[in-house]
Nanobody
Framework: QVQLVESGGGLVQAGGSLRLSCAAS????????IYWYRQTPGNQRGLVAA???????NYADSVKDRFTISKDNAKNAGHLQMNSLKPEDTAVYYC??????????????WGQGTQVTVSS
């Protein structure tokens, strides 16, 4: 059974940086896409960044030029480098992988979430 484990959240001052990581364990044929979402209390989960297996990247307008999404195919992992953090970036961040399994069935799996808090 494939599982995702997130790491890297924490408390940082405005203007600081954090790097989130998400690693998959289990039998995977290929990771077709990696997404990072964030959610604040009372709000829906919103897409922050995405990267495809071919390396195409997309970002929410609010994080463009500050956040960078990347992937490590050898380690079945994804990362979100967050620079110039603002208090409004405070949220629980979730990774999601679209996985092509060893039976060639595609499915999504979510990480457990990690809290990012940016103080002013």
């Amino acid at each position: 059974q494939v599982q995702l484990v997130e790491s890297g959240g924490g408390l940082v001052q405005a203007g600081g940086s954090l790097r989130l990581s998400c690693a998959a364990s289990g039998s995977i044929f290929r990771i077709n896409a990696i997404y990072w979402y964030r959610q604040t209390p009372g709000n829906q989960r919103g897409l922050v960044a995405a990267i495809t297996s071919g390396g195409s990247r997309n970002y929410a307008d609010s994080v463009k030029d500050r956040f960078t999404i990347s992937k490590d195919n050898a380690k079945n992992a994804g990362h979100l480098q967050m620079n110039s953090l603002k208090p409004e970036d405070t949220a629980v961040y979730y990774c999601k992988f679209t996985i092509l399994g060893i039976t060639f069935r595609e499915y999504d799996i979510w990480g457990q979430g990690t809290q990012v808090t940016v103080s002013s």
